[in-house]
Each structure stands twice: as structure tokens, then as C-alpha cells.
């Protein structure tokens, strides 16, 4: 199961390298500029968090329209059709079943993360609002519509509001220097470290 997943993450990170890259030197530049002009308070960590929410929304929208169009599959408009079409544990299924849940993990969590949601059906609304409009512009511009995605897609928001909510009655009852800026910032800075290093 790891290996079609990696295998599928590697090919991600291939396809859309180039446009996170000048999308950070970008972002980056125009955020700094936007501090040095207005002498705002910089803040590690919500800034790294918020250029991973853009650099997220940019890959999600090159991967779901930038692909060849798809010429082997039909319109899908029967929950569960295509879910179930798949072996357990094989390429496709990664790819397919998994893949599409994984894809809105993040942004579950990053829409509970900033509107601060306690409960699961704000971010459930904005999932299915993304996921509909994707489905949608794929139909529109030669791929298919596929409910199973979108089906996939709400479980996806749904882990990533689950992540969120966990992660945040965790923090309530760590200290306050757990809390702190500056702890939050060497957080964000080693796994900024950690995840060039792997890429």
C-alpha cells in the first residue's frame, strides 16, 4: 500500500514543483515587501501556515484540471459506482479511493484551522462547495464528473477536521511555553527543514 502511495505523492511533487516554486519566491517576496512597507509583526508560523494553504489550493487546482483528459471513463453520477470497482489495496485504489481523500485532508484542516470550527458541518459545507465546482469544471472542460470523488472528498475534509479538532484539545492542555511564538516558530522551522530535506 506505501509504495503505490509514494509512488502517487512522487508523481504530485514531480508534476507541480515547478509551479509552487515561483509560487513561493512570489508569495514570499510580495509578503515580505508587504512587512518591510507597513512594519507589520512578522510571525513564523502563520505565515508558513498560510503560504501552505495558497501553495495547497494552487497544486489542487493544477492537479485536477492540468491533467490529459480522460478518455477511458464516462460520467459517474451513482454513489458508490466507481469506488467499488477497485481490489482492496491495489494501484488504482490508492490512487483513486485513498488518493481522493487524501487530497482534502488539508483542506479540511486548514479551513477549521482559520475559522476556528468546533463543529464538523462548516467544514463539510465549504468541502462539498469545492469538491461540487471541481467535479463540475472537470465535466466542463472534457474530463468526467465522478460523485464518488466528491463522496471521497467530504471523507477527506472530514479526516482533516477530525485532525484539526484533536490537535487543538491537545494544545489546550499543554503548557503556555508550548503555545509560545517562539516555540511555535522552531516547530515550523524544523519541519520546513524536514520537508525539504525529503523532497
Known amino acids: 500500500m506505501f509504495e503505490p502511495l509514494s509512488s502517487t505523492i512522487q508523481g504530485v511533487v514531480n508534476f507541480t514543483w515547478p509551479m509552487v516554486l515561483i509560487s513561493t ?8 515587501a508587504f512587512l518591510l512597507k507597513n512594519h507589520s509583526k512578522f510571525v513564523l508560523y502563520k505565515d508558513l501556515l498560510m503560504l501552505c494553504f495558497i501553495i495547497y489550493v494552487l497544486c489542487l487546482f493544477q492537479v485536477v484540471t492540468f491533467q490529459d483528459t480522460v478518455s477511458w471513463s464516462s460520467n459517474n453520477f451513482i454513489p458508490f459506482k466507481e469506488m467499488f470497482r477497485y481490489d482492496f ?19 479540511g484542516f486548514f479551513v477549521s484551522y482559520y475559522l476556528k470550527c468546533g463543529k464538523i458541518w462548516i467544514p463539510l459545507i465549504l468541502t462539498a462547495i469545492a469538491s461540487c465546482s471541481i467535479e463540475t469544471v472537470q465535466m466542463i472542460i472534457g474530463r468526467v464528473f465522478d460523485v464518488d470523488d466528491i463522496l471521497l472528498n467530504l471523507v477527506g475534509g472530514s ?20 503555545k509560545s511564538e517562539k516555540f511555535l516558530n522552531i516547530i515550523a522551522i524544523v519541519l520546513l527543514i524536514g520537508l525539504i530535506t525529503l523532497i
Open 159 to 178: 479526516l482533516g477536521f477530525l485532525c484539526y479538532y484533536g490537535l487543538s484539545k491537545v494544545a489546550e492542555k499543554l503548557p503556555d511555553v508550548l
Open 89 to 107: 489495496g491495489s494501484r488504482l485504489f490508492i490512487k483513486n479511493v485513498v488518493g481522493n481523500m487524501l487530497l482534502f485532508l488539508p483542506f
Open 25 to 32: 519566491i512570489i508569495i514570499v517576496s510580495c509578503r515580505v
